[in-house]
Each structure stands twice: as structure tokens, then as C-alpha cells.
Nanobody, 126 residues
Framework: VQLQASGGGLVQAGGSLRLSCSAS????????MGWFRQAPGKDREFVAG????????DYGDSVKGRFIISRNNARNTNFLQMNSLKPDDTAVYYC????????????????????WGQGTQVTVSS
């Protein structure tokens, strides 16, 4: 499967952005999805994950209560709604997919994912 992330940009602190990840190549609904981010000089960090059916979600501690992950399997797309953005959220954001997977599993380790998109830059100014 090929993944294309989009929606990044420059936003002021306190603002919102919505990232999208479009999948092509195979049946999207058979994949668990996730978002990771990497800031300069830092390790890649888990942001959010969603199960195949969308029934289960998981979030990194630094984004809980501010970010929401969702998916639309009919459109082969998942979304990361980012609210109350902070300068520390500045990073390149990557979407990832994992298959095989069970209906309700989510994954927080980058080594668990098979496929990766190219990344989209998010910059939050103070």
C-alpha cells in the first residue's frame, strides 16, 4: 500500500490543523493506521493509532486530549485532527500502516508498522 500524508503547514500556538493520510494500492480497511512525528535532533515519537475498524484508538501522552485520530475506510483515508497546538508539536508527521492486524488492535511502536508515507511538516509558532 502507498501512503500520502498531507495537511501540514504553519500555525500559531493554540490553533488547529487536520492531517490526512490517503492510501492506495490495496484494501485500506485491512490495515491498522498510525501517526508518528519526528522533530530535529529527536527520536521518532508515537502520536496516535487507530484499529482496522476504527473502534479502538490510542494516543501518545503528549497529545492526549488535544489530538483525535479517525478514519474513513470507504475513502481510504485517515485523519489526525490536531487542536490546541503548541510549539513542541513542531515536527515532520508521518502516517503508517500495519497489516496483518486484528479488528481492534492499535500499535504504538514504529517497528510494528509495514508501510510509511513521506511525511508532512507541521510548524507551530509561539
Amino acid at each position: 500500500v502507498q501512503l500520502q500524508a498531507s495537511g501540514g503547514g504553519l500555525v500559531q500556538a493554540g490553533g488547529s490543523l487536520r492531517l490526512s493520510c490517503s492510501a492506495s494500492g490495496r484494501t485500506f480497511s485491512g490495515y491498522a493506521m498510525g501517526w508518528f512525528r519526528q522533530a530535529p535532533g529527536k527520536d521518532r515519537e508515537f502520536v496516535a493509532g487507530i484499529s482496522w475498524r476504527g473502534s479502538s484508538t490510542d494516543y501518545g501522552d503528549s497529545v492526549k486530549g488535544r489530538f483525535i485520530i479517525s478514519r474513513n475506510n470507504a475513502r481510504n483515508t485517515n485523519f489526525l485532527q490536531m487542536n490546541s497546538l503548541k510549539p513542541d508539536d513542531t515536527a515532520v508527521y508521518y502516517c503508517a500502516a500495519k497489516s496483518p492486524t486484528s479488528y481492534s488492535s492499535t500499535y504504538s511502536k514504529d517497528t510494528e508498522y509495514n508501510y510509511w508515507g513521506q511525511g508532512t511538516q507541521v510548524t507551530v509558532s509561539s
